[in-house]
């Protein structure tokens, strides 16, 4: 097909008239829906079409599988507008028209907004979820805390205090700090969301039972190792243990949580200073809790040995270990489907 384009200097502008094609609205009169949807995925340029065209157009991107955003300022551009998934109307040169038919308004007609802006929803988006893995996550492992001991007659780990504790810590700091994540660059590089998939899907509930039966299975076991020290009944020092052992496992929760793809490393520790400060006067507040004779009496705690602590550490740190063994696997999962996807391409 001819290149009305060939001489255009359209690389300053960002589009390859080179390696794709172009598309001429007589041209498209001249192809049915099939013959169409063959060609338009790989077509740079459509020029000269009438409306009608451009509704064509949509719909055939539609049709394969694309999530269609549509950019115009004029009457004629009202009907695509409409059909696009995303109808983005120029806000200053606008017409009316357009602009009802729109979902979205570019006040100052640039298109770098439209980047700027999917950046931000993306990022948003992601943000409430991480936001909600951890707190059902955390939910579900105090829930079923209880709910195991209770079923299995053992004495209860927590006592109200310590409950009412660990739940302002899930609602309070760490997981608000959670929605303040900065925004990662690459969600531009991610294919559009299908609007249709619920927030909380197959992955992040697999995400939330695996990491809430960690802190289940770790808390309950800790409980289980102190009953077992010869003493007669539930002591100040198991329940300290148990309790401690529970917010610790909540904290590198929080950490893993921060990403349901990227390692904590490659993300960075320090990106997020809202998420290290909530963690820091979580932690100081635990500590308090535990060491501070006034809150001992209320809490029902005892002081711990540094021994306990490091003991402790490393136990709930496993949370975050297999959380970042899962995320390897699955990158190097994707990465060699991407590879196997690319040859068959090529071939």
Known sequence: ????????????????????????????????????????????????????????????????????????????????????????????????????????????????????????????????????????????????????????????PLNAMQILWINIIMDGPPAQSLGVEPVDHDVLKQKPRNVKQPMITKSVVVNVLLSASIIVLGTLWVFQREMADGTLGKTKRDTTMTFTCFVFFDMFNALSCRSQTKSVFTIGLTTNRMFLLAVAFSIIGQMLVVYFPPLQMVFQTEALTAYDILFLVTLTSSVLVVSEIKKWFERSLERKMYSTRSELDFV
Not at 87 to 116: P, Q, R, S, W, Y
């Open 1 to 156: 097909m001819q290149n009305e384009f060939a001489g255009w200097p359209t690389s300053l502008i960002g589009i390859d008239t080179i390696h794709h094609q172009t598309l001429s609205g007589q041209e498209i009169d001249q192809l049915n829906e099939h013959q169409l949807d063959k060609v338009a995925n790989n077509v740079s340029v459509f020029y000269r079409v009438s409306p009608r065209h451009k509704l064509e157009i949509v719909k055939s991107l539609q049709r394969t599988g694309n999530i269609v955003g549509m950019t115009g300022d004029g009457v004629n551009d009202g009907v695509a507008l409409k059909k696009a998934d995303i109808g983005i109307a120029m806000g200053k040169n606008g017409t009316d028209v357009c602009k009802e038919a729109a979902d979205m308004i570019l006040v100052n007609d640039d298109f770098h907004t439209i980047i700027a802006a999917i950046e931000e929803g993306k990022g948003i988006f992601y943000n409430i979820r991480n936001f909600v893995r951890f707190q059902l996550s955390t939910s579900i492992a105090a829930l079923a805390l209880i709910a195991l001991a209770t079923l299995m007659d053992i004495a209860n």
